[in-house]
Each structure stands twice: as structure tokens, then as C-alpha cells.
């Protein structure tokens, strides 16, 4: 899947409403954004422990997000997305202030809130305000896969789901994420997630739970 940068001029200028002024920074991190990926043929995804994928094109904007962590810092994050100027503005200065002075620590990223980025980019019109949430989500998504990977199991953040496997942290919403980024046999499922490893009641829900969201979105 290659997600692109779309820039809609009308989203910048052309409002009458002062209301729909945009600051400088958001101009700034908009026709120059920091640490995009622009090219997906030339990027190397194996460099990154952490990734993720929030959003969904059929609604509106949608992001994919890698870091890579060293020494509980995160010292790299790039990405894409397919947003307006707003999206794209505040993940670029996200992205910016997850890696400046060294990395940010990762309690520091999991404490981050949109509210911070907004005040980073002198703000956005208040019709836009949420466009700064589908960073700070795909960052949070990103550091649960860095603890996944790393095995921090009891690091990983849960919030408003079904818990289907409590060793691994795993939720419903982590599966059907799963199924919507490809994993259409639970051979790939448990591959990407580590789900129901040495635990049959956890890999029965998961699997039923797979088969479910399969016959959602592709039956």
C-alpha cells in the first residue's frame, strides 16, 4: 500500500473566516514537511522496530508511521499519510518533536497529547482540531508494536477494548488492524501479533475474531 502526501490548495488559503486561518509553522510543516517518506519504492522498513497504520482513506485521512528506539528513546520517525494540510502539518512537526534533542524518551511520547502539537504549531482552526489526534494515534499504535516486538508485554497501552489475550496485550481492535493490513489466515495473524501462543482459549477468540472481521470487510 503507498500512501501519499495530498495537498489541497483550498485547505490553505481562500477562506473568507479568520477562523480558518492557518499559522505560519502549520504552513511551514504543510509545503515542507519534516521526515516524510516520499518515496515507499526506496524506503527500508527493516531499519524500524515500531509501526503503524491509523485511519482509513474511505473516511478521510489515513497514516502510516515507522520509529525506530534505542535505549528507551526514539530516535527516528518517519511516515506518510493522505490528509489534509492540517494532518500533514501536525505530523510533521510530531514527528519532529518525538525525535529532537536525542529522541524522546518513550513515557515522555506515550504522555504526549494533541494539545502539544497544536500549541508547538501556534495552533489550527478549530474545524481542524482533530486532524492533530491521527498522528498522536499512529505514534501510540507504533510504540505498542515496539513493545510487542520487544516483548515489553506489560509496557503495552490499552484503552477501550476487548482484551482477547492478557499475556500478549492483544485486543480486538489489534486484530481487526491486523485484518485490515492483510492478515487473512490466522497462520498470519498469530505471525504478526504473537496471539494465542501456548494459549488455545486465546487463539480460539482470536481466530473466530479474524474470520469475523474477514467477513466484514472483503465477504
Given at each position: 500500500m503507498t500512501i501519499k502526501v495530498v495537498k489541497t490548495d483550498g485547505d490553505v488559503e481562500g477562506r473568507n473566516s479568520q477562523s480558518w486561518a492557518y499559522s505560519q509553522q502549520v504552513k511551514?510543516?504543510?509545503?515542507?514537511?519534516?521526515n516524510l517518506v516520499e518515496d515507499a519504492a526506496?524506503?527500508?522498513e527493516s531499519k524500524y522496530n515500531g509501526a503503524s497504520v491509523v485511519g482509513s482513506p474511505a473516511c478521510g485521512d489515513m497514516m502510516k508511521m515507522w520509529i525506530k528506539v534505542e535505549n528507551d528513546r526514539i530516535v527516528d520517525c518517519k511516515w506518510q499519510t493522505f490528509g489534509c494540510a492540517s494532518a500533514i502539518a501536525s505530523t510533521s512537526m510530531l514527528s519532529v518533536m518525538a525525535t529532537e534533542n536525542g529522541g524522546m524518551k518513550v513515557e515522555g511520547a506515550l504522555a504526549l497529547k494533541p494539545q502539544d502539537i497544536l500549541d508547538r504549531l501556534g495552533g489550527l482552526p478549530p474545524r481542524k482540531v482533530h486532524c492533530?489526534?491521527?498522528g498522536d494515534k499512529a505514534l501510540r499504535k507504533a510504540l505498542n508494536e515496539y513493545f510487542r516486538r520487544s516483548e515489553q508485554y506489560d509496557r503495552i497501552v490499552v484503552s477501550g477494548?476487548?482484551?482477547?489475550?492478557?499475556?500478549?496485550r492483544i485486543t480486538d481492535s489489534d486484530i481487526e488492524a491486523a485484518v485490515l493490513e492483510g492478515a487473512d489466515t490466522f497462520d498470519?495473524?498469530?505471525k504478526k501479533l504473537k496471539v494465542g501462543i501456548?494459549?488455545?482459549?486465546?487463539?480460539?477468540?482470536?481466530?473466530a475474531?479474524?474470520?469475523?472481521?474477514?467477513?466484514?470487510?472483503?465477504?
Open positions: 511551514k510543516h504543510f509545503f515542507h514537511p519534516e526506496l524506503f527500508d492533530s489526534v491521527l477494548s476487548i482484551m482477547i489475550d492478557p499475556h500478549t498470519k495473524l498469530q501456548g494459549n488455545k482459549e486465546a487463539a480460539a477468540k482470536a481466530e475474531l479474524m474470520k469475523k472481521y474477514i467477513e466484514k470487510y472483503y465477504d
